[in-house]
């Protein structure tokens, strides 16, 4: 009885990780489909007015490049408020007043806006710059972003209409080469823009802001219900509720702002923390929401799977972990081997999965050959670390689900300090005392493996040991070069 209960627990978690995967297949297909549909955009004849909003918390290292970049904007200063969103409590503050001034005396309209406390984090400050925005048009970048001088002149035409609410351009990555870690992001965050948002726009479904690179039209914000800082995922929370008001969405790939890519390990931690457990908050908050819309099908389906795709990485962790007994029990008995016919599927859904991030290289790189050696060596590199952080991911998907409150931890941000950055924690070893029992738990599976010379489950146990040993890897660098 036990046995049987092991396999379909199993069975339930790996349908999950199929039926996602066939999601992403399936908005493969049709940004394929669809690849060459463009979005109607209108001659910029007269310049709106714009807020530009810039939430900061402790940004040191960046704060100076990112006004230098907003001062850049090819765009007349009248129309231009800027507002410098400042929760820091470290001297980035010191540095904003004295660029602040600096900045006026060229003309610009600028404010440094302080609160009190930081409640809300970055919804809050977003909130509270929203009251005290004067313009039709909001426009938001985080900190280690570097806009484009022409961004605002190739982004606004994009609002055709009264109806569309935001604008999303794609992000760009400044330092993609920099560690094998940030090659991981490069490819994850390349597949997200340019198939998940790209397929999804292209497709007529929901899209949803990315935080940063987009604008808003104020009344939109406002008709939603304005910023809420229930879930730790405030941009695809008000992306939601902004679309099932009715407002559209236009999603701008061909418009790169380039970012900075956190090159630690415990950087991304944190920044995928926040936006898994994120994700999860919104899911619990407005999924029941959308299916009582009145909207076709095609649209709950497919903003189902985006508000619950966090939910992967614990199916990931789960069916890893229920697979050692499944081997074990396979080669106790036979009356259950006609179940175990897993490798085939796992096989499946590393295929669609290649396919995917494939498709979104070839779309980038515009090259075959040249995407071709870039898949064969970023893939395999972006699926071991994806199976290492399914424990830290899926504690995130836990903690979303009890409802457990956390605070906004922001991601550091280096620049050209990297080597002596005062936001750096050092990180103790035994934080990642579960990834090293988890890496001994499927090594002692893969010695399992040749001992029975059964090999079913062989290439997903060396994936998750892979993964788990590439985390401990890079834990032991950081914390050695601290």
Same mark, same amino acid.
């Given at each position: 009885? @036990? ?5 379909? +627990?199993?069975?339930?978690f790996?349908?999950?990780? #199929?039926? $996602?995967?066939? =999601?992403? *297949?399936?908005?493969t ?59 820091s ?13 600096? @900045? ?5 309209? +600028? ?7 930081? #409640?809300? $984090?970055?919804? =809050?400050? *977003?909130?509270?710059g ?16 570097i ?27 400044i330092?993609?080469?920099?560690s ?25 479904f929901?899209?949803?802001?990315n935080g ?6 104020k009344?939109?914000?406002e008709?939603? =219900? ?5 879930t ?22 061909e ?30 908050k ?51 081997d006609?179940f ?7 096989i ?16 980038d ?31 995130a ?52 493996e ?28 950081e914390?050695?070069?601290?």
């Amino acid at each position: 009885m @036990l046995a049987l209960g092991i396999i379909l +627990i199993y069975s339930f978690f790996f349908f999950f990780i #199929i039926l $996602f995967s066939l =999601g992403q *297949l399936a908005l493969t297909i049709t940004f394929i489909k669809y690849r060459n549909k463009e979005n109607h955009k209108i001659t910029l004849n007269n310049y709106p007015n714009i807020t530009i909003q810039l939430p900061i918390y402790n940004e040191l290292f960046v704060i100076e490049r990112l006004l230098d970049s907003i001062s850049n904007l090819n765009y007349p200063k009248k129309k231009i408020e800027i507002q410098v969103l400042d929760d820091s409590d470290d001297d980035t503050s010191i540095i904003v007043e004295q660029k602040v001034k600096k @900045l006026i005396a060229l003309g610009f309209t +600028i404010a440094q806006i302080k609160r009190k406390n930081r #409640i809300g $984090f970055k919804a =809050g400050a *977003l909130q509270n710059g929203l009251i005290q925005a004067k313009n039709e048009f909001i426009v938001i970048f985080d900190a280690d972003f570097i806009p484009e001088p022409d961004f605002l002149i190739n982004t606004l035409p994009y609002f055709s209409n009264d109806k569309i609410g935001m604008v999303q351009t794609r992000w760009g990555h400044i330092n993609p080469r920099e560690s094998w870690l940030t090659r991981a992001q490069e490819i994850g965050l390349n597949s997200h823009f340019i198939i998940d948002q790209g397929g999804r726009a292209k497709g007529g479904f929901f899209i949803s802001f990315n935080g940063t690179a987009g604008i808003w039209r104020k009344a939109c914000i406002e008709d939603a =219900g304005g910023w809420e800082a229930d879930t730790l995922t405030e941009d695809l929370d008000l992306s939601y509720r902004a679309q099932m008001k009715g407002w559209q969405f236009k999603y701008c790939p061909e418009i790169i702002s380039p970012a900075e890519l956190p090159n630690l390990l415990s950087a991304v931690r944190s920044q995928q923390f926040r936006w898994i457990k994120g994700g999860v908050e919104t899911s619990k908050k407005l999924i029941a929401r959308l299916w009582n819309c009145d909207l076709p099908l095609s649209i709950k389906l497919f903003g189902s799977l985006q508000l619950l795709n966090n939910y992967i990485y614990a199916f990931i962790l789960l069916t890893g972990l229920l697979s050692v007994p499944l081997m074990l029990l396979k080669n106790k008995s036979m009356e259950f081997d006609h179940f175990f016919n897993w490798s085939g599927m796992l096989i499946t859904v590393l295929i669609i999965n290649f396919f995917y991030c494939f498709t979104a290289i070839l779309m980038d790189k515009k090259n075959i050959i040249v995407a071709i050696k870039e898949i064969l060596t970023a893939f395999p590199i972006a699926i071991i670390v994806s199976m290492g952080m399914s424990y830290h991911n899926s504690i995130a998907v836990f903690k979303g689900i009890q409802g457990q409150k956390t605070a906004f931890i922001r991601t550091p941000k280096f620049s050209e300090s990297k080597g002596e950055n005062s936001y750096l924690k050092s990180q103790k070893n035994r934080q990642y005392l579960p990834e090293f029992l988890l890496f001994i738990y499927f090594l002692l599976a893969v010695i399992a493996e040749f001992y029975f010379k059964d090999f079913s489950f062989l290439s997903y146990h060396l994936l998750m040991l892979s993964g788990f040993g590439f985390i401990l890897y890079c834990a032991f660098e950081e914390n050695s070069g601290q």
